[in-house]
């Protein structure tokens, strides 16, 4: 079930999901706002600051999680592949390098205020659900450097994102070889 709302004024969108989950220990994060048994309801505010042809403008706002955020608003434009690039800051964020030998990512989590020096990524197709890949560069207040492969990132102060739409849908296989979901 899904519930849209929408202020033509701001051009600010905000919606609600539900979905059923299977019993587990809480998930890391904030997103959830409400859990009845198995039921979850997650709210999503994204503000569209522009919208030019194939390019909008975006920003995510203390606490959102921005990976599944921005797949929700691909689902909703209806938008089937795109590139980004973003900048901001974050407060919690699980990175990950990938171990070609072992055939798997090694995660490691920052629960820390770190700035977004660049976020880098697409969205594409694989066994028809849409997915992210997405790469950034951080640093701490020391302006140490952290970088890699993104897989959950909660936005501290603010998160914008511009984000090209394609009219072509991009499709990922897997590949055996290096264990990678690949462009196809």
């Not at 028809?128 to 950034?136: C, P, R, V």
């Not at 970088?147 to 994102?161: D, F, P, R, S």
């Amino acid at each position: 079930m899904k519930v849209f709302t929408e202020s033509e004024d701001s051009m600010e969108t905000s919606f609600l999901l539900f979905h059923y989950r299977k019993p587990q220990a809480s998930a890391r994060g904030g997103r959830h706002l409400l859990q009845i048994k198995n039921w979850i309801c997650y709210t999503i505010i994204m503000k569209i600051v522009l919208q030019q042809e194939n390019q909008y403008v975006l920003r995510f706002d203390r606490g959102e999680e921005v990976i599944n955020q921005l797949l929700s608003f691909c689902k909703q434009e209806k938008i089937v592949s795109g590139f980004f690039v973003g900048l901001g800051a974050c407060s919690f964020l699980k990175l990950a390098s990938y171990n070609l030998e072992a055939k798997k990512y090694e995660e490691k989590e920052f629960s820390q205020d770190l700035e977004i020096g660049n976020l880098t990524g697409n969205i594409a197709h694989m066994d028809g659900e849409l997915i992210a890949h997405m790469h950034g560069n951080f640093s701490d207040a020391n302006l140490k450097a952290i970088a890699g492969h993104v897989m959950l990132m909660k936005v501290g102060g603010t998160c914008e994102i511009m984000f090209t739409k394609f009219d072509q849908p991009m499709n990922r296989n897997f590949d055996t070889e290096t264990g990678l979901k690949l462009l196809d």
